[in-house]
């Protein structure tokens, strides 16, 4: 199992987002040719210029990305994406919370394989210790709006509808 990159090129796309005078979006993307992130700056933009030619939307966003994916699929026959583990993260410096959650949770992820503890996460759990700590100031990830945290409060197992 490895992942590789998607597409004929290098795995590099670009996503525009483009409003119209009523305010409605629409998103277009396109794979890119490019070999490296630096060509693919340059070749964004030559997309947005191009789009800006031919289009009376004006473009709100773009993303670059690079797409992997798996090449040898193994599923886990116990997964299950509508279960999740839910956690309430307490923000930096505010009083507000915020709330993430990870799909098909391993179940070593909670505090007792069975009875009531087998719905609330382990803060002591390795895996959820490493999640948390990507949200935390100075971690790789931000909540939402540049928002970090400075605590994983509670977290608790929920089922969601998937769709």
């Known amino acids: 199992m490895t992942l590789v990159a998607r597409g004929p090129g290098a795995g590099y796309f670009i996503s525009v987002t483009m409003s119209d005078g009523q305010g409605d979006n629409t998103t277009v993307r396109y794979g890119l040719t490019s070999a490296d992130e630096a060509t693919a700056t340059t070749d964004a933009g030559l997309v947005l210029a191009a789009l800006g030619l031919m289009s009376d939307a004006t473009i ?19 997964a299950e994406n509508a279960i999740k583990a839910l956690m ?45 700590a990507l949200f935390l100031t100075g971690g790789a990830c931000y909540l939402s709006d540049g928002e970090t945290a400075d605590d994983l409060i509670k977290g608790r197992k929920v089922s969601r509808n998937q769709g």
Do not use: C, H, M, W
């Open 60 to 78: 709100v966003s773009y993303a670059i990305q690079k797409v992997f994916d798996e090449n040898a699929i193994v599923l886990t026959p116990t």
């Open 88 to 132: 309430t993260f307490q923000l930096e410096d505010r009083p507000a919370k915020a709330n993430l959650s990870v799909p098909a949770p391993k179940a070593g992820v909670f505090a007792a394989p069975t009875g009531p503890d087998s719905k609330i996460v382990d803060k002591g759990n390795a895996g959820v210790l490493a999640f948390e």
